[in-house]
Every structure is written in C-alpha cells, then in structure tokens.
Nanobody, 123 residues
Framework: QVQLVESGGGLVQAGGSLRLSCAAS????????MGWFRQAPGKEREFVAA????????YYADSVKGRFTCSRDNVKNTVYLQMSSLKPEDTAVYYC????????????????WGQGTQVTVSS
C-alpha cells in the first residue's frame, strides 16, 4: 500500500519560513518524480514545485521561484519543500504527489497523493 505523508505545515508570519516533508512508503521512491501542489479555499489546485527521480533537477512555479526549494533524499524516501519569505498568498493546503511519467505540471498525471498539510501565513 502506497502512502505519502506530509508534515511540517503550520501558522507562520509573513516573511517567515517553513519546511515541509513528505515521507513515502510502499513504492520504489527513486523511480518516481515528486511534485508539490497547493490548493487555497475556492481556488484550483496549482503546481508549486517538482523534482526529478535521480538527477534531481527541480522546477518551480513562477510565484515561488527564488523563495521555495525542493529537494529529496532517496535513502530516506522523503521529499522536502523549504519555503522562505512566505507571503499571505502562500496560504493553502500543500500536497505532495508521485509521478511515474508525464508532465510534472499536470496534477492529474500524478499517481499517488498525500493527505495534505495546512500552511497559513499571517500578515
């Protein structure tokens, strides 16, 4: 049974930082690209960041580029999202997801999803 479990969300003031983690089990982690998406109330799910399987190339939405850093540890089967200079508009539920093939931008191509972790940024 595949599980992706996010952690690290919480309440932070604008300008602050958080690090999200996503621990994977039940899959061969190194064979999946990993992505982060977020969804704010009343808005569609949007791509945040992704990291490739082994060469660790990363991709970011323009809205988070330069502020967020995605990384992974294929020994610990964990993907991370380091978020800095947080803004109130970053408030959302953040999800990690596993992608076997396809475009990292398209949420519907991801095979497995975590349950999400809430990030709230106060002004």
């Amino acid at each position: 049974q595949v599980q992706l479990v996010e952690s690290g969300g919480g309440l932070v003031q604008a300008g602050g930082s958080l690090r999200l983690s996503c621990a994977a089990s039940g899959l061969t982690f190194s064979t999946y690209a990993m992505g982060w998406f977020r969804q704010a109330p009343g808005k569609e799910r949007e791509f945040v960041a992704a990291i490739r399987r082994t060469i660790f190339s990363t991709y970011y939405a323009d809205s988070v580029k330069g502020r967020f850093t995605c990384s992974r540890d294929n020994v610990k089967n964990t993907v991370y999202l380091q978020m800095s200079s947080l803004k109130p508009e970053d408030t959302a539920v953040y999800y990690c997801a596993a992608l076997k093939g396809g475009s990292y931008l398209n949420w519907d191509e991801y095979e497995y999803w975590g349950q999400g972790t809430q990030v709230t940024v106060s002004s």
